[in-house]
């Protein structure tokens, strides 16, 4: 009887531990936090702060051409990078830096003024500036001003341009020499008038009245 009384009261005392030792938090649970994250707001930047930083790259391009620095062209430029030219070519990165390489033109000026850039995006933008040259081309000089049109894209590397159009401001320089003009179509002949003698032989020719008698 006594061993009956003595393992009840190690059974109830086992279950008194289980029950302490399973509730390890003291009765406070916390419910998970099933929130959303805080949505975070894309960086943005102001059109001035484009601009300024898009002028910036493209002083950059500028001291480059001028040293025929065809590494940091190269940089500038996104791989799939296309330039039209004011006579209408248009050059993909790899010809023209090919242009540079080879020494074929030489720029001893390339000042940027009057950018004006707008956004696309928080990674495009375009811009639209006025670009005055001077240099030589397969040794012959050439000056003169062109508008450019740019296409931009922000990378981790930076702003690079994706695409440029260049406009003469006047005539273009010999950089970009302008295509011929046609030649004015020739003025049709007009039909020889009748000698004098051919007139007078005319004149004497019998006329045939049909009489055969």
């Known amino acids: 009887m006594k061993k009956n009384f003595l393992l009840i009261a190690m059974l109830i005392a086992a279950s008194f531990l289980l029950i302490a030792c399973g509730d390890t938090t003291g009765g406070n649970t916390a419910a998970p936090d099933n929130s959303a994250p805080e949505n975070t707001a894309p960086e943005t930047t102001s059109a001035a702060d484009v601009e300024a930083e898009l002028k910036k790259d493209m002083e950059t391009t500028g001291a480059a051409l001028l040293k ?77 001003s062109w508008r450019l049109t740019a296409v931009h894209r922000k990378t981790g590397d930076g702003w690079k341009s994706v695409s440029s159009q260049l406009t003469s401001i006047g005539p273009p320089p010999a950089d970009m020499p302008a295509k011929p003009a046609a030649e004015p179509a020739k003025p049709a002949e007009a039909p020889a008038k009748p000698s004098e003698a051919n007139k007078a032989g005319e004149a004497n020719k019998p006329v045939d009245t049909g009489d055969t008698h």
């Open 68 to 144: 025929n620095d065809t590494e940091t062209l190269a940089n500038q430029w996104s791989d799939d990078y296309m330039v039209v030219m004011p006579d209408g070519k248009v050059y993909t990165k790899t010809e023209r830096l090919e242009v540079f390489k080879s020494g074929e033109v030489k720029y001893e000026k390339f000042d940027i003024s009057d950018m004006k850039a707008r956004t696309l995006g928080n990674d495009s933008a375009v811009s639209i500036s006025t670009i005055d040259v001077k240099g030589t081309n397969k040794g012959k000089p050439f000056e003169g």
